[in-house]
């Protein structure tokens, strides 16, 4: 371990106390968070001691933190608006990341890639070369490829059929100067041979490889390609061209499981109810209960990330490893979700809903097409107060044939069906305006329809209901 002076030895740890406690401590709702890991552009791995800042649109520090162990840092705007990050390293150059803009109530995360000084590149291996040039053909384009043998672990013998899985995050975004993949997942199968290829895979961004196979499944291994290399197996491998063997040993279930048990919280502390639980790149998927715990059993070892969500809320992630046969516990502050708003898909209503209704098809056909008759709907007759129907009708009737001389009596027809009224009923007793969606009316029944031609030639009164 080298040797460092006081004052620099207990600054990182000062800062990093400040950091915990800062997280640990309830936030209050309206909190702009930016929380992120720093790495090493050409290694992939993680940058401790770095200093993190939030630079204002004016150029003006708004906050600053330093990386932990693990390269990971958390910073809190004092308000919404517009930032850049801006991170300092010893051994590497200072870098002013992209601006962004921070909603109120948010927390965005990324990958601050750092350049770093180049090492030595080696190349693959002439196996590993054959077998990308066998299944990606020329890889000439620089693409990283990742290929390998799938074998049982307890026989050896290759594992034909066996379903590979890659996943890349879309969120943390990874900044740097040549790319900001967006989140992808994909599968392959092995051949007879139990060998397998992965072309055309994203660089600069952490992919999450695992194997299954019938009941037996393979441990998660974490890939970064660099500019330079590939950071595998928590070492940075200097590669000439970016192929990486990558193999896999089946196990059967009783010698890979373990267990994940955590707590989904807010920025408030506030436990989160049936919030989803779920490894980045698998199947395994749980609920948190009212108290904001869940277990997800049964997960093979090696690197993971876990995922949590919920409607309303920024999804979170975490890392962490997995042993086999172990209960990991997650620290209370490892999924806390931050409120975000709700973004729905636009819909488009168009179109009258009277028409929806099939009895009024009729009642519009005639409408645009009949010379003779009144036509109302009730947005109409809304608007110039109608109360009643006999008020409706009457007006009408009226404004059809004033002159118009005929002993028959008034046929009233209910959505099409003939209504017989006694003397002492009104239409009012049967049929209030609150039902009504349309009415049409004929002075002479003649004017009307055949199939409402009920007494020849007296008015016709026709009623449609929604």
């Known amino acids: 371990m080298r040797l460092r002076r006081v004052r620099e030895a207990f600054r990182p740890l000062v800062v990093r106390l400040a950091v915990l406690l800062f997280v640990a ?50 910073l809190r705007a004092p308000d919404s608006g517009h930032y850049r990050l801006v991170a300092v390293a010893v051994g590497y150059r200072r870098s002013a990341f992209p601006p962004f803009d921070l909603p109120s109530d948010q927390m965005l995360s990324y990958i601050l890639l750092l350049p770093s000084v180049a090492a030595d590149p080696g190349a693959p291996d002439a196996a590993t070369e054959a077998l990308a040039a066998r299944h990606c053909g020329d890889i000439g ?19 034909s059929g066996a379903t590979v899985f890659f996943s890349t995050p879309g969120s943390p975004d990874t900044i740097s100067a040549d790319s900001s993949p ?5 599968t392959t199968t092995t051949e007879s041979d139990g060998t397998y290829a992965l072309c055309d895979l994203p660089a600069m961004s952490r992919i999450s490889l695992h194997v299954s196979a019938d009941d037996r499944a393979s ?6 390609f660099g500019t330079a290399g590939v950071f595998a197996d928590e070492v940075f491998h200097d590669l000439t061209q970016p192929i990486w063997r990558q193999d896999f040993e089946l196990l059967p279930a009783t010698l890979r499981t373990g267990s994940v048990t955590g707590i989904v919280t807010d920025t ?28 997800l059993p049964g997960l093979t070892r090696g690197s993971v990330r876990l995922r949590a969500r919920q409607v309303g809320y920024s999804p979170v992630e975490f890392d962490t490893e997995l042993l086999p ?3 990991l516990h997650l620290p209370e502050d490892a999924l806390v979700l931050v409120r975000a708003p709700v973004r729905l898909r636009d819909i488009v209503v168009g179109g009258d809903p009277l028409r929806a209704n099939p009895r009024l098809a009729g009642f519009f056909y005639r409408r645009e097409n009949s010379p ?13 107060l109608h109360f009643d129907v006999t008020d409706i009708t009457s007006r009408l009737r009226y404004s059809l044939e004033r002159s118009h001389i005929c002993d028959a009596p008034t046929s009233y027809f209910l959505d099409g069906v003939y209504m017989y009224l006694p003397p002492d009923v009104s239409v009012n007793d049967i049929a209030g305006t609150d039902y009504l969606a349309a009415v049409e009316a004929y002075g002479n029944g003649f004017d009307a329809p055949t199939r409402y031609r009920r007494h020849g030639c007296g008015s016709v009164i026709l009623l449609w209901t929604h």
Do not use: C
């Open 25 to 74: 401590s309830p936030v209050d709702l309206h909190a702009q968070l930016v929380r992120g890991q720093v790495m090493d552009s050409l290694a992939g791995r993680p940058v401790s001691d770095a200093r993190v800042s939030l630079a204002g649109p004016s150029g003006n520090e708004a906050a600053y933190t330093y990386a932990d162990a693990r390269g990971w840092f958390l």
């Open 141 to 159: 384009g620089g693409s990283p490829v990742v290929v390998g043998t799938v074998r049982d672990a307890a026989s050896g013998e290759p594992a």
């Open 219 to 224: 441990s998660f291994e974490p890939v970064l």
């Open 268 to 295: 408030a502390g506030s436990p989160m109810n049936s919030a989803i639980v779920e490894i980045v790149g698998s199947e395994y998927r749980t609920r948190s209960d009212g108290g904001g715990r869940f277990t």
């Open 325 to 327: 046969a172990a209960a």
């Open 182 to 186: 967006d989140g992808s997942f994909g």
């Open 372 to 384: 003779r008759g009144k036509f109302v709907t009730e947005v109409e007759w809304q608007t110039r």
